[in-house]
């Protein structure tokens, strides 16, 4: 079945550590890509989004992401992380021909003080 | 950004009855989507909501279960019926606001728990 893959389901971190969070997915066709963050008690935010160019993408609180088409993969990077960036992190794609969001499921990051 | 509020925020229910969640958008959106956030998981969604036709409902939901009204262009109710404690969940209303698949804006979101 088609679906979106996320590898870690929990990552702790201490501050200034390096992130990278994993995300495949498996739709053929034109995908356009996104990362949510969910804070603690918060609704979803979008982070950065993909539709097509630059493979790098650049999002908000120095989070960015690098879709690699030939691994359908479009994993999520901070250089470093810091304690408020604790959440739940959702990689979601809205596959060629759709018009609804899949997500996958999702990653708990802990950042250590 | 689009501006979304759902109504109630939380809300405990008894096992079957039902509850209406309503879901109001600041300006007029073609597709509206349901989502479910069960206890550790993900997102998945509920179905597609479009003014004026029926809703499109995913695989594992049914209308008789999950009914959901689309009266207009900015609101939307969804319906969780004969509720179970299996039904405990926070449900999402969500919207495209340009109709061209860039971004979903979310609520922020439904918590109900079924005793």
């Known amino acids: 079945a088609q679906s979106v893959s996320q590898h870690n389901h929990h990552v702790i971190l201490s501050e200034a550590a390096s992130l990278e969070l994993g995300c495949n997915y498996s739709y053929g066709g034109t995908v356009n890509l996104f990362w949510y963050v969910q804070y603690p008690g918060q609704h979803l935010q979008l982070l950065l989004k993909y539709f097509s160019g630059d493979p790098l993408v650049k999002g908000i609180k120095g989070f960015e992401a690098e879709f690699i088409k030939s691994k359908f993969s479009f994993n999520l990077r901070k250089p470093s992380v810091q304690w408020s960036d604790t959440a739940e992190y959702f990689c979601?794609?809205?596959?060629?021909?759709?018009?609804?969001?899949?997500f996958g499921a999702g990653t708990r990051l802990t950042v250590k003080p | 950004s689009a501006v979304i509020s759902q109504k109630p925020s939380r809300d405990i229910c008894q096992r079957g009855t039902s509850l209406t969640i309503q879901c109001q958008v600041d300006s007029q959106v073609t597709m509206m989507f349901w989502y479910r956030q069960q206890p550790g998981q993900s997102l998945t969604l509920i179905a597609t909501?479009?003014?004026?036709?029926?809703?499109?409902?995913e695989s594992g939901f049914v209308i008789d279960k999950f009914p959901i009204s689309r009266p207009n262009l900015t609101f939307s109710t969804l319906t969780v019926s004969n509720m179970s404690p299996e039904d405990s969940s926070i449900y999402l209303c969500?919207?495209?606001?340009?109709?061209?698949?860039?971004?979903?804006?979310f609520g922020q979101g439904t918590r109900l728990t079924v005793v």
């Open positions: 979601a794609v809205i596959p060629y021909n759709n018009n609804d969001m899949r």
């Open positions: 969500s919207v495209d606001r340009d109709n061209l698949n860039t971004e979903a804006f």
């Open positions: 909501a479009n003014q004026g036709s029926e809703a499109t409902y």
